[in-house]
């Protein structure tokens, strides 16, 4: 894989470097107000409670149709595949990754490059589901990014040159990050992946100033978390209290839960929330128990690294419905009281609304078309009521190594993603982009060894319908009424922003980037990129014009493991680039 020495190239241009000299340090302050300034954009989820919900409204249902491009960035050389990053914006200047673990910064303005950095990633890199990056955190004078080798990387703002590089786990056992890293309260917390080669998934905190270790929490049940002073390693306690309670003899030991998608920062009840994966392997059969804290959502302390509740989406899972999807924070009014909710979409296809200051279960409701698995959920508990015969079978009780195929909806792909979905403040619904599909999946025998694939599993991903398998789905957080719906040909495997000018953006494997009425679900807007638009779009103000930015590239988990699904989008061009749009200032009044 092509690198430079250090990975780095770095623009001369005189007035690129004139933008960036003159930006300001990212604060504390700044990241946790960041829903609130829509000048700039420095967190992931546009705000730490990842809502993805903007306060500008000078582009809305009335005017979208004026929304014009700008420029358009190529990340250029052969190096393609899936683009799913979340550009950031501070002060003029647009930091953004690509795939094979690069950064760039460039001039918002003008799209024109100011630097580039190129990780010199190593042979042998195990990312299950193509080679992307989702983002940056930016702390201070640093742009911060996690490699396909499992490393983190802090680089100078204005130059792009390395200021520290912590390894974060070993690839050869096949840990990676492709997650963008979050700053809260001071401190870099970063997740990792690699549940499909029997990890132990972990979250972490760092010194944003020096990559030094703070704390470190394992999410399999049974093994120890630290924090660290003064360069020693004090216990804190192991995950779950004991080793193995709910798993059989040494299967914890490599039991997956990896915190691939990174997480989300709840200011109200001081709570980092992170999603955790399937366990593994696959094989469910090989692990009998619910297999704590697999298949999960975790609220987690950031001061410490402590576990303070868990809740499990899929106890014992053995569909590959990883729950990492991410925990986005609300609030509503019931019965005249201010609800602190949670709400999460699930790979399984249920949606929960859980209190996010206990994580007690509210409600649960299937938000795609069909479960076979599950016939629903506990009123009480939200824990699963498994459909008898939905669980594929034992190849320990057949003949031969395979065991009894079973029909499962959704596929393991699920019903959602790790597209992230959107909370409107004006309209009360979840926008979620989900995908109506099907799979054949079988057991196989499979024992662990180190860096090898611990999956037990076989498996054929079909559509659900003739045809269309993306849904854009607006949801009632409330009654479980789907409002509105948006039907795509190809699966959707984008993310969503929604803004206070009543409009829904999202992009489609066809290239579209989209615009919806919030309210209605009419499309408003389409523009072609190029190529499939597997990114999350932002908005933002500068010079007193709003702005929308979304990267495009085909690529992502869909071409590489979808089956009969592939075979429907192959055709779909690869690319690699990030465009930014404006509404003009005399379109403002159009409203």
């Known amino acids: 894989m092509r690198s430079n020495e250090f990975g ?69 050389s052969e190096k393609m595949r899936g683009q799913e990053s979340q550009p950031m914006v501070k002060d003029g200047v647009m930091y953004v990754t690509a795939s094979y673990s690069r950064v760039y910064a460039i001039d918002a303005r003008t799209g024109e490059e100011i630097w580039q950095y190129d990780a010199r990633l190593p042979d042998g890199i195990m990312p299950c589901c193509d080679v992307v990056n989702r983002g940056v955190a930016l702390y201070g004078d640093k742009v911060i990014f996690g490699t396909l080798d499992a490393k983190l990387v802090a680089l100078n703002k204005d130059t792009g040159k390395p200021m520290w590089i912590k390894k974060v786990a070993d690839y050869q056992a096949g840990y990676a990050i492709t997650a963008a890293p979050i700053v809260v309260k001071g401190k870099l917390i970063t997740g990792v992946s690699g549940g499909e080669f029997g990890i132990v998934g972990k979250v972490e905190a760092y010194d944003p100033n020096t990559g030094d270790l703070l704390w470190t929490r394992p999410t399999v049940e049974g093994h120890m978390g630290y924090v660290y002073k003064d360069g020693k390693a004090i216990e804190n306690g192991i995950s779950g209290g004991k080793a193995g309670i709910t798993w059989p003899g040494d299967m914890w030991k490599h039991g997956g839960a990896a915190t691939w998608l990174g997480g989300t920062y709840d200011p109200d009840t001081d709570s980092l929330f992170f999603g955790t994966g399937n366990p593994a392997p696959w094989n469910s059969h090989l692990r009998p128990g619910d297999n704590l804290f697999s298949s999960s959502r975790l609220a987690i302390d950031p001061d410490d ?8 989406t899929t106890p014992h899972d053995g569909w590959d419905y990883d729950g990492v999807n991410e925990l986005i924070s609300f609030d509503y009014q019931e019965n005249g009281k201010t609800v602190k909710a949670a709400a999460t979409a699930d790979r399984n296809g249920f949606f929960y609304v859980l209190n996010r200051e206990n994580g007690d279960f509210i409600r649960g409701f299937p938000f795609v078309d069909k479960i076979t698995w599950a016939e629903g959920l506990d009123p009480k508990t939200g824990r699963p009521i498994y459909k008898e015969g939905g669980r594929p079978g034992d190849p320990s009780a057949m003949e031969g190594t395979k065991g009894e195929v079973v029909v499962a909806q959704p596929a393991f792909l699920g019903g959602k993603n790790w597209m992230p979905m959107a909370y409107s403040q004006e309209t009360g619904l979840f926008y979620v982009p989900s995908n109506e599909w099907s799979m054949d999946i079988w057991n196989e025998p499979v024992s662990y060894k180190r860096g090898a694939a611990f999956l037990g599993a076989g498996f054929t991903i079909k559509p659900a319908n003739d045809d269309y398998i993306g849904v854009l789905r607006a949801m009632d957080p409330k009654t ?60 933002w103000t500068m010079d007193g014009e709003q702005y929308v930015s979304v990267a495009s590239g085909w690529g992502g988990a869909v071409p590489l493991w979808g089956g009969e699904v592939a075979r429907v989008v192959k055709h779909f061009n690869q690319g690699g680039m990030v465009w930014t749009f404006k509404l003009p200032k005399d379109r403002v009044a159009s409203n």
């Open 480 to 539: 479980g009424r789907e409002v509105w719906r948006y039907q795509n040909t190809a699966p959707l495997w984008g993310g969503v922003m929604t803004t206070a000018g009543n409009l829904v953006f999202t992009g489609t494997p066809e290239g579209y980037l989209k615009a919806f009425d919030a309210r209605t679900g009419e499309e408003l807007y389409k523009f072609n990129t190029g190529s499939g638009v597997v990114g999350t779009p932002v908005t």
């Open 305 to 312: 690294g402590s576990i303070k509740w868990h809740f499990q």
């Open 8 to 76: 780095i190239r770095i623009a001369a241009s005189t007035l690129a470097l004139a933008v960036s000299y003159g930006a300001y340090a990212v604060t504390d302050e700044d990241i946790i107000n960041d829903h609130k300034t829509p000048g700039d954009i420095v967190s992931y989820g546009m705000g730490t409670q990842g809502q993805r919900f903007s306060t500008l409204d000078d582009l809305n249902t009335s005017n979208i149709q004026y929304l014009q491009p700008v420029w358009g960035f190529s990340f250029g």
